[in-house]
C-alpha cells in the first residue's frame, strides 16, 4: 500500500505558485478587488444614490432653473454643457465616497488584514482605481441617457461617442488619485472639508455653468484653463461640435500632472495606513 501511495503521489502534476509581485497576479488581483469594491458599492444604497441618481437628479435642476437663460445668452443648447458638468461632478463625488471608504476599511483593520494576506499589495490601490473607473464609466452613460430627453444629442459617428464617454474617466482618475492621497495623510472630517471646498469652486468657475463671457475679465483665463473647463469644452466639441484638440490635450495634461503629483504619495500613504491600522 506504501508502494502504491508513492507511485500515486509521484504521478500527480507539481503546481509552481507564482510569486505575489508578479505581473500576472498583480492583475488578476487587481480584478478581484476591483469587483469586491463594486459589489460594496452597490449593497449600499446610500453610496449608490449619491454617486449615481444624485448626478441625474441635479441635471434636470439645473436644465429648469438655468437652461433656457444660458441657452439664451451663449446660443449654444445649455444642456451639452450640463450633461458634461454633471458627469465630471459625479466622477468627483464618487472619488470623495471612495475615499471615505478607504477610511473606514482602515479603521476596521480590513486593509491591515488584507496587507498581511498572501495578495499582490500593489493590487489594493490599482485595484480600487480600476473600480473608480468602471464607476465612472457607467455614471456618465446614466447621466447623459438621462440628458437626452432634455435635448442631448450623440454624434453619428460611434467613436466620438466613445471618447466623449472616456473624457470624465480620463479626468476622474486623475481626481481619484488626487483624493486617495489626501485620504491617506487626513482624517474623515478634514478630508471632506478640503474637497468640499475643492468641488465648490470647481463646480461654480467653469465653462459647464455658465459661458465664459458671463465671468468678470480677470477670471476668465483661470476659469477657461481649470481642469473641470477643459473637460467640458472637449466633451461639448465631441458632443455638439467645435474645438476638441486642444481642451482634450488640456485635459490629458492636467490628469498626468495630477497624477504625477499625487500618485507617489497615495502609495505610500496606502502601505503605510495598511501598516499601521
Known sequence: MTTTTMDTAAQLPVVHTKPESSVSVWFTH?????KRLLMVWLRDPATTIQIIAYPAVTLLMFR??????????SGMPAIYGQAA???????????????????????????????TMPVNKASLLTGRLLAEMLRILITTVIVLLVAVPLGFLFMENPLTNIALICVPVLFGIGFA??????????????????????????????????????????????????PMSCAIEAMKGLSY?????????????????????FAYPAIRGYKRAAETA
Open 177 to 226: 488619485v488626487m483624493v486617495t492621497a489626501l485620504a491617506t495623510i487626513t482624517e474623515g472630517v478634514m478630508l471632506i472639508s478640503l474637497i468640499g471646498i475643492l468641488n465648490t469652486l470647481l463646480m461654480f468657475f467653469n465653462t459647464g455653468f455658465v459661458p465664459i463671457a458671463a465671468y468678470p475679465t480677470w477670471l476668465q483665463a483661470i476659469v477657461e484653463n481649470q
Open 64 to 73: 429648469i432653473v438655468l437652461g433656457n437663460y444660458i441657452t439664451a445668452y
Open 30 to 34: 487587481s480584478l478581484l478587488q476591483c
Open 241 to 261: 461640435g467645435g474645438p476638441v484638440a486642444e481642451p482634450l490635450l488640456k485635459t490629458v495634461a492636467w490628469t498626468v500632472a495630477m497624477i504625477a503629483v
Open 85 to 115: 458638468l454633471l458627469t465630471l461632478i459625479a466622477a468627483m463625488t464618487g472619488a470623495v465616497v471612495s475615499a471615505l471608504g478607504f477610511k473606514r476599511e482602515k479603521a476596521t483593520g480590513l486593509l491591515s488584514r488584507f496587507y
